[in-house]
């Protein structure tokens, strides 16, 4: 779903309104702003782009959304206006699980591959995936796939013991 209109012109369509006046009710429309793009996909936060004037109370906008811990990034800059991207800090850390995600996947298929080929490293690749992705868990809170990787871990550990013992 995409709304793109120009705020405070009539021309908006009367659905979005309300989204655009909750949005400056709630601080997040930068002053002299000239139009905003809300990206929505699936059951994430939206994703609000905002195009505004410059002006000298830009710094007191930035400072209301840091305060609400929202990241505001400008993406493109003329004499006149700007472009800022707004985005919740949430959504940055889910990006960085997502490549430690991928690096643990590549762990744990490597370790799978050399436990079939029978190399005893297979359990130290083991230890680091599992680690990983436990970690990964607990931030995401899914508690029960944490232990599951806690689990793993130890079984891990125990058989790197009794394979070099």
Not at 58 to 82: C, F, M, P, Q
Not at 85 to 96: C, L, V, W
Not at 148 to 158: E, G, H, K, S, V
Request: charged letters at 20%.
């Amino acid at each position: 779903m995409m709304m793109d209109d120009l705020t405070g012109k009539d021309t908006m369509k009367p659905p979005n309104r309300p989204i655009v006046d909750a949005l400056k009710e709630l601080g997040y429309l930068p002053p002299r702003c000239l139009s905003i793009h809300i990206e929505v996909k699936g059951f994430e936060k939206p994703k609000i782009t905002t195009v505004a004037q410059l002006g000298g109370d830009l710094g007191d906008w930035v400072e209301r959304l840091k305060s609400a811990n929202l990241y505001l990034h400008i993406v493109d800059r003329t004499t006149t206006s700007y472009t800022a991207q707004i985005e919740d800090p949430e959504r940055a850390i889910h990006r960085g699980l997502e490549i430690l995600g991928v690096i643990a996947m590549v762990l744990s298929v490597a370790g799978v591959l050399l436990n079939n080929a029978k190399f005893w490293p297979c359990f130290i690749v083991w230890i680091a995936s599992n680690a990983l992705s436990a970690y990964i868990h607990k931030r995401m809170s899914l508690r029960s796939l944490m232990v599951r990787d806690l689990i793993f871990l130890a079984l891990a550990i125990i058989g790197l013991w009794q394979w070099t013992h």
